[in-house]
């Protein structure tokens, strides 16, 4: 077996059973390509600084590029034996150039360097993340926009409030991704700080120039605490967190989706390519990729909470138990943009009935807040205009009547000052339409946050 590249202080090898549970090479070789992207910025800057001769510099650059072309070409097995990406990649180098390879970890820790590759990794994973939200959001301003005069009913404790549209509902769903690309993006800030050059834990006494390797890996800042930055995983764990609150958002609206789809709402088709069947019964159409998505909620959650338990009792600085971090952010970022994906597919496929959402919407007394506010503008307290409206209601439940059905004598025993104006008060159209300042369903008002929302998507 080939020595450890560390190996100089150790008598024997280690256990075979505790080299593959020690070992991270199974899971951290996603980051073969910020590993080598952090290998020759650190080369460059040492050559650059003098610290190893510049053709030692040069040959590993030019090493550490084929080592790339080699892994992406699949002639690369990783070893167990080298624990992780960064010994398998110096490994690979040293094979290749010889001597000059053994230089490049000169001034360099796996503490930092680990650190540094993470970061590159999760700046991307965050600019891929926001990629695929904005994609999303497109999605549904475009729904949105067919939809402004499409009336449905809107719920509390979900039970039949008021009147709205199906734009501003499906609205009501982009803030809440919009929010999640801000959070991300925000995230981002605090991620883009290179640590390399924090050495194990207390820097290093060669004169390495930090801004330049900051510049060539394209960091904005540099870390100012070499303890801090080489046991921060803040990071990886506000991404999880940004996550968690978007799978959360995913999991409300998937199950307005199921609703929606059932057989006792009926107002929403699912596409079959975003829908399975029953093994026994024939007539299932069965939401499941919607069911799925719910469920992957509280595995992005368990990821959150697998990374805060983790870092919680750390002391400073570097300790193994932070080779943890990596398997649950990955699959908090494949759950979250396979999901994503697979939602922006599914609502660009799906079909709402207008037709049943209008004639819901009719129903279950959701113009009752516009017949108390009617009688209000003409001068009734509110209080009072809310009783009379309680009191009609009551009424048309045991006549099963809807309040519009009612004649004006009949509304007349209950508010004798009601007049014929009342009814074109209490439709539908009145109810939305006059609901038209700034965040209501008014299709006038979502049109301009439609546009205001796709000119804000173009920030991103």
Same mark, same amino acid.
């Given at each position: ?57 040069? *040959? ?44 490049? &970890? ?21 600019? @891929? ?14 729904? *949105? ?8 009913? *809107? ?87 940004? *996550? ?60 959150? !909470? ?42 660009? !496929? ?35 205009? &809310? ?17 519009? @059905? ?55």
């Amino acid at each position: 077996m080939k020595g450890k590249l560390w190996g100089g202080r150790f008598e024997k090898g280690t256990d075979e059973f505790a080299e593959g549970f020690h070992s991270s090479i199974g899971f951290d070789s996603r980051l073969y390509r910020q590993d080598v992207q952090g290998s020759i910025a650190h080369a460059k800057m040492l050559g650059k600084c003098g610290i190893i001769p510049q053709q030692d510099a040069d *040959a590993i650059v030019s090493g550490l590029q084929d080592v790339l072309a080699d892994i992406e070409a699949g002639k690369v097995e990783f070893s167990v034996q080298d624990e992780d990406i960064h010994m398998n990649v110096e490994r690979l180098l040293i094979e290749k150039i010889g001597e000059a390879g053994k230089r490049l &970890h000169t001034g360099r820790s796996r503490n930092d360097q680990v650190a540094t590759d993470f970061r590159l990794y999760m700046k991307q994973a965050i600019d @891929d993340t926001v990629k695929c939200l904005k994609g999303l959001c497109v999605v549904l301003t475009d729904i *949105a926009a067919d939809n402004t005069g499409t009336i449905m009913p *809107a719920y509390t404790h979900l039970q039949k409030a008021q009147p709205t549209t199906l734009a501003h509902w499906v609205m009501a769903y982009f803030e809440m991704f919009y929010r999640d690309m801000g959070r991300l993006f925000d995230c981002r800030k605090r991620t883009d700080v290179m640590p390399l050059g924090s050495g194990a834990l207390c820097a290093t006494t060669y004169p390495l120039d930090r801004q330049y390797a900051a510049d060539e890996l394209g960091f904005a800042n540099i870390s100012s605490n070499s303890l801090d930055a080489v046991s921060d995983r803040d990071f990886a764990l506000e991404y999880l967190s940004c *996550a968690s609150i978007c799978m959360m958002h995913f999991s409300r609206l998937c199950e307005e989706l199921i609703l929606f789809s059932s057989n006792e709402f009926g107002v929403l088709r699912l596409d079959d390519a975003y829908s399975t069947g029953s093994s026994i019964m024939p007539q299932k159409k069965n939401p499941d990729i919607a069911e799925l998505i719910r469920g992957k909620t509280g595995r992005v959650y368990g990821d959150l !909470t697998t990374l805060l338990t983790v870092m919680k009792g750390l002391p400073l600085a570097y300790n193994k138990d932070m080779q943890e971090d990596k398997e649950c952010v990955f699959d908090a970022i494949d759950t979250l943009q396979s999901c994503i994906q697979v939602m922006t597919g599914m609502l660009q !496929t799906s079909v709402f009935d207008q037709d049943k959402l209008y004639a819901s919407a009719g129903l279950g007394f959701t113009n009752a807040t516009d017949a108390a506010d009617y009688f209000v503008k003409h001068g009734m307290p509110f209080r009072d205009a &809310h009783e009379v409206i309680g009191k009609i209601v009551l009424h048309c439940e045991r006549e099963g009547k809807a309040i519009s @059905d009612l004649s004006l004598a009949e509304l007349k025993a209950f508010a004798p000052d009601v007049r014929d104006d009342f009814y074109q008060a209490i439709s539908l159209e009145t109810c939305v339409g006059s609901r038209n300042i700034m965040g209501g369903p008014a299709p006038e008002t979502v049109q301009e946050h439609i546009e205001r929302s796709k000119n804000l998507l173009r920030l991103f």
